[in-house]
């Protein structure tokens, strides 16, 4: 005998039970006629097309707010930071793949057909004004349906602490069985901007981004259905490599490393100053360690520019 369970909730719930039942709805709060709409997606006269707007942990202790929550008399503390929701779950998910953690993610949902996205591409536009990509989706079930196509972005490599994905951009399109809809989408700039507290302003970060238009889950390792697409990034930003790039990252970046030693040698500089420089100071910028060799301001010119072009660093 198959069962059924029904959420009528609304809010997440543990899902360590999850494994007991057959099936499962998460129909939140469906209002007066939730029974017919549910006896009607039951009997296959409607086919579901919803998606999960919350994150099932698969205990208490798997959630963000677990140690902070409900905090020590009239304090609590928010000690989650950004990682809230998904961008938690998925960033944990992505660092830890034995995790008990299932599908059950912001996103998620299931139906009675099966959809194919392909084909991301960027019609117009740019990340540093805004830009316009387009997915195929094709219905490749029997039966007529709605999706909700998710496009998530990366920063694969980052100097502010971000989650595994943020989503960027979402759109519910309707299929007949096999067809096929080309989607076109926006996303603005701030969707690949992040807040740096110590600046106090939004910044967007150089290097490659990658894009993920999903159906079904932002699930970073094990996405079964998705399409990917790299972009890049050219602009300026407080992170991009320059005059102002201190002595530690630039020790310790192994082509930064052999680059700054190049130029020491060919303007017979002795490399001393850069050992002093990263053992006692080394957040100071490239350019006052060179001032105080006595560099000129032209050459350190140059070397600036010599950073401005090897600053893509991002893989």
Not at 3 to 11: H, M, Q, Y
Not at 109 to 116: A, K, V
Request: glycine letters at 6%.
């Amino acid at each position: 005998m198959r069962s059924v369970l029904i959420f009528n909730t609304a809010c997440p719930v543990t899902g360590w039970a999850l494994s007991f039942w057959d099936a499962m709805f998460w129909v939140s709060l469906p209002g007066m006629q939730g029974a017919a709409a549910i006896a009607d997606i039951l009997c296959g006269k409607v086919n579901p097309s919803g998606r999960l707007p919350v994150s099932f942990p698969y205990s208490e202790n798997d959630m963000p707010s677990y140690l902070n929550f409900p905090g020590d008399g009239m304090t609590v503390m928010y000690g989650e930071g950004i990682f809230v929701g998904y961008r938690y779950y998925t960033t944990r998910y992505h660092r830890n793949q034995d995790d008990q953690f299932a599908e059950y993610v912001f996103g998620f949902g299931l139906s009675y057909s099966e959809f194919e996205v392909r084909n991301l591409r960027i019609e117009s536009g740019s990340i540093e004004t805004g830009l316009d990509p387009l997915a195929e989706v094709e219905n490749t079930g029997e039966v007529a349906r709605k999706t909700v196509i998710q496009v998530y972005v990366h920063d694969p490599v980052s100097t502010l602490i971000k989650p595994v994905c943020s989503l960027c951009a979402f759109r519910k399109v309707y299929l007949e069985p096999h067809q096929t809809v080309t989607l076109r989408l926006h996303i603005d700039r701030r969707a690949f901007e992040s807040w740096d507290p110590d600046l106090h302003k939004w910044t967007l970060e150089d290097g490659n981004y990658i894009l993920n238009a999903t159906e079904k889950t932002p699930d970073a390792i094990n996405w079964r259905n998705r399409a990917d697409i790299t972009l890049r990034c050219d602009a300026e930003s407080p992170y991009s490599w320059g005059v102002n790039t201190s002595i530690k990252e630039i020790y310790e970046t192994p082509e930064l490393n052999a680059a700054l030693h190049r130029f020491m040698e060919a303007h017979g500089l002795a490399w001393e100053h850069v050992l002093t420089t990263y053992e006692y100071t080394a957040k100071d910028s490239v350019s006052l360690m060179l001032k105080n060799t006595g560099c000129p301001d032209k050459v350190i010119a140059v070397f600036a520019e010599i950073l401005r072009k090897m600053r893509y660093r991002k893989p």
